[in-house]
């Protein structure tokens, strides 16, 4: 951090005084997911968009040279002429953090060597987030999983000071593990979820999804997807337990067994993923639709708490109209970093179904990334 | 029925014999079900179209200038010149089978006075599905329940000798209880459904939704549609009591308790209805996945076996491609008049979950009442 | 102008100063149009929307309950308790402008009613767009053809010394009168224009184009837009002459007579036209395709220099990439105020071909009349 | 030739008799183009599919193993299980005709390969399209073109006796020069024409298009594709003149110099191309709109004359409807195989404009080359 007026005392930033200044990278800039990162780094109040990491065959053009640029805004003009840089740590010493957008074929090698590096990744990509020593973090939801950096540093050989690696979770998932924590924390566990979700196409990447496949068409099955979500639901929304030896491992909800059942789909729409979900509570009897509209509306993160500066001003938005949300109108509110919830009603199967949107190239993929960052830096995790 | 050869005998019709050949009237004619009615009969080999009905500023036009065409195939051409008449019984009278495909707005008042008629009416209307002596049939699902149909003459004033409503079911209902029935017929009863619908816009006929609503879109909400899912099913799916004084009634599935969920949603595809389904069976243990797939492809309809022309060769077809069904590949398989199913897998909440594919324009709707209406002739229903 | 720091000096606003505060209505405004007035002028520096005008079934609502928001953008905050009123002068007397953005069929009536009450009306609305003493102006481009209003409000019976109606082009024109002009102003006359439109649906307002119509679909005609587009153009790009005895009148570019030929497509694009053209100039060798694309980049319109704030930086962007402009990906930059022209090449059958982008809701139509009323403002046109 | 009851005489077949049977290959059976050849082939009266060539990583596999199929109805059973081959002559020796549907990539080596080894090629490539021996035949258009196959064998080193190339046009190409014939057909020679296209995304093969590319978007550039058009049109238009020394040669409608200027953009429409056309007639004054369509309509190519089984009934339909064709109302029409025309009117700049749709799969590609391939065998080019 190179600010003469930074203001990080104690474990954390503190909040009226100016802010600091670090140094971050983006991995994988040139693809879908990196530019959205670029995009919102681009205007961040405490990182500062300082090297580009791409394929071979990109290193050493100009970035506006390099990429293929898909977003609706333009490139950053601070970012259109600066150099993009293979994906080798030694390019990314200066940088306190780097942001992962790369494919998996690719992230795993690559954040390895990071890490390796004593480099501290928070990464998009599949490939760390089954790992027992990996938290994977939903920012509003399980933050306090980063208590496992620590144990992810000295089990390293050699054992790490700084680097570590922190995954956030896959898109869909990330939408349905907001409101789930949401309801949660106010009604206790929930015993059933089953999901069907209708996702867009840019969760497939570029170039991703045919249009052959998809205009005019359904998809109904995403590769992988639907074993994600039923496996991250359950380490998200964890604990993170401790054994009498003090080693500590993710408890996949373990004192409330919770069942997920998901139902993957593409559908054509460019950006939002679209969620119906069903859900049973432990408790009975259950809360009733208007309780669980005013827990949702009411659900405050710690993140935001905190002070994040990327976190939106209502974590979950709860729509009253009837046909309500949909990707389209909602994807784009508080520039996609909240969650949008609606229809709450009654299941005559299980309790309550509801719908959720959310937008995957932000909260859903880029923008969780930057608040968990946010979030290491608050909590002194990243040093600065 | 005007054919010196006419093979009925008994109650139905001989196959190897000549066609029967019967006029049918069709009202709604100008409209999207009824668009698909005239694909569909121009070419039917018992059913002669005979007279059109549609609205008194259609009327006295021919179909061709009163028509706004919108099918792919262009209006057959022993129709374009045919004049369209209001939709008044004296109109229809030599009718022996009349087909409604008018909106719910106008289709009560109408099929009211052409039973009253004494006419026998198919209906794809939704205004008499819920009335307690209509037989609300799925082709291959419910036939039997055609026994109410003289109870239900029998109860008006006057009482009728040969009209009445037959109506068949709501596309999105449809395209499940087949799978459904199949299931319940090879496994016993079902316990518990829960359905996400992706429907498609030609089931909110013309002009129907506004591009604005669905391009890039999906709407998480079709008014009255789930509650239509939940009803039917039990009415359709459960049997016909009888008390001791003789009196019919349809029991809504009521000897083995049945609770459907449904969450309907309207995406960006022109025809054919994808439904994510997950269901639940009294039997324990449930039937694997294995089983499943070869119970619904196994599934061979009473329908068939008698010997409607409109029934397709393969009621349930069933994919093991992971990726399908999809509405563009597989809607148009058999003209539409099958059910397509795929992804059978285990449910990790329920017992058993996959996907169910059905064209909402043909088995969801006109190929239904054609059906229908096949069956009541081939049962002597239809006085002929 | 309701503001003690006033900066209106002579007949302008001197810059620098304080920003004048004038009260605007928008009629029309629960509709597409309408409600692109709204998200526009509720952060405008200098209109302060003060009165909503809608159809009467609206009136006495507050507007988050007559509107059906479309827009990806929330209501404003400013807006959503606004009450409604019907489009009648009385309730909008206290407005210094009032932009229409009512559909046709209600237009001439309200507008003629506003003007007759003395009020300043700029509207979207085709209706007076022919009238020989409206003028009709695309703000980059003809902003002198406000000298006609003295001439339309001495004709009225009675005279009127404030009100008047100033039109914006239909934005297909609008799209492409921009660079005409450019290249007129460049280059000299033009005598042929050949034009082909692929429109967006919401042009048509909504809900306007049913999705069975336009998905997986072109409808090759827009009814009057090629009319319009024939028309419009020659009455932009003209001038206006002066007869002995003082009469004003359009000249349809009459002194080099100009021919344009229009072919308009229907698209499934949410928003943005895209047209493609071929121009033949009178001077003859014509300029290269260099020459043209450096004429375009620099065209500075006189709006701009005299400081309408709603007016983009850069009028027209000129792409160099093979594949662009894409209604996608170039509609929304500068909030759809200029206009994007790319693939400037030879044409071997007139002079030189391109395509041109234009966001049909933002410089298209309401930003039109915006910068129109915000024209007229500096030029001391609208009584402040 | 396979059939003791051959009905060819002369040079040709003689209708009435029993049906040829000949054995066909399709090169590239696995793509988009060589899925449309199936299709179309599995029910042809004279061609017997009897082997399918694709990629090195496709032999040796089923074909229902080796394809992606992407077509709305099911691969024909009789293709489904046959073997895939590597794509060499020795594999195609009973073959007397082969279709290639492959790649530019690979077709100009393959091609070259077959012909050397003295087989009949009709090939959809654009490999071969420019070579001066070689006809470019869009098959109502201009099958003498034909007589240049001696000429193109003889040049050969060695010579041969029966191989030969026969390209079809590019997609777009063919969509206009048949109603472009037709009109010099009837009117005298065209001086210009000028084309805007929108063309479907299956014109890009599978995958081609990224779903992010093209859904609510257009991209107003396809690279060659104006190229091919301004060239082919020339090419299929023109004559073949012959020097003293007997050498022939096309003469690119060199003695009625012709410029054609295209426009070309792709839409997100599934199948179907869309085209706006203005053309200027040498002749002076003009024929009138009505003129032109009764040509258009009257237009009968000589292939249907002679018989070849692939032709529609009418070559060009004549639409009245303001609005029509469209690509999802009109492409199916006829299977595919003619061509759709509509909204014939003045054009202010050039003389006539009108609207084509094509169906790019069917006689812009699979199907031309089929009609073409009977042509061939009804004037005894092909050797059965």
Redo the contacts between chains.
């Keep these: 951090m190179s600010t003469a007026t930074a203001a990080i005392e104690g474990d954390g930033i503190e909040s009226g005084r100016s802010q600091p200044q670090i140094n971050v990278g983006v991995l994988g800039a040139t693809g ?1 997911v990196g530019q959205r990162f670029i995009t919102l780094l681009s205007n961040h109040p405490w990182f500062v968009l300082h090297r580009l990491g791409a394929s071979p065959r990109s290193a050493g053009k100009k970035y506006r040279e390099a990429v293929n640029w ?5 490139i950053p003009s601070s970012v259109r002429e600066m150099m993009v840089y293979e994906c080798k740590p030694e390019h990314f010493s200066e940088c306190a953090i780097v942001f992962s957008g790369l494919d998996a074929d690719a992230a795993g090698d690559i954040e390895t060597a990071f890490r390796a590096a004593d480099l501290c990744v928070f990464s998009n990509a599949k490939n760390y987030r089954r790992d027992p020593n990996v938290p994977l973090i939903v920012p509003f939801v399980n933050p306090s999983h980063l208590s496992i950096i620590p144990q992810q540093q000295s089990l390293l050989s050699p054992p790490l000071s700084k680097g570590f690696i922190v995954t956030n979770a896959n898109c869909s998932t990330t939408g349905i593990v907001i409101p789930l924590a949401a309801l949660e924390r106010a009604f206790g566990p929930l015993e ?3 999901v ?1 979700t ?1 996702q867009a ?2 969760g497939a990447g ?16 995403i ?1 992988g997807e639907e074993e994600k979500i ?1 496996w991250e639901t359950l380490k998200i929304l964890g604990g993170v337990s401790e054994s009498d030896t003090g080693v500590k491992s993710f408890d996949m909800h373990a004192r409330h067994p919770l ?3 998901a ?1 993957c ?1 593409r ?4 950006d939002g993923h ?1 969620e ?1 979900l ?1 859900v049973r509570f432990a408790r009975r009897p259950p809360p009733s639709p208007q309780q669980v509209r005013e827990a949702l509306a009411a659900f405050t993160p710690d993140a935001k708490a905190l002070g994040c500066p990327s976190a939106p001003r209502h974590t979950i938005t709860v729509h009253e109209e ?8 909602d ?3 508080q520039d996609g970093a909240g969650v949008n919830v ?2 709450v009603r009654q ?4 309790d309550i ?1 509801f ?1 959720v949107l959310s937008n995957n190239v932000s909260i859903g993929a880029a923008t969780s990334s930057i608040i968990n960052a946010e979030l290491a830096v608050l909590k002194g995790v990243v040093p600065t």
Tied chains: 1, 2, 3, 4.
């Design positions: 879908t898909k977003q609706a805004n333009a059933l979820v089953l069907t209708m196409i840019s570029y170039p991703g999804i045919s249009s052959l496949d998809i205009l005019d068409n359904v998809v109904p099955h590769s039923e069942r997920v059942s139902s789909n559908v054509p729409v460019i679209t119906c069903s009837p046909d309500r949300p949909q990707p389209r109108l994807r784009s509110y609606g229809r299941c005559p199967v299980l179904k719908v």
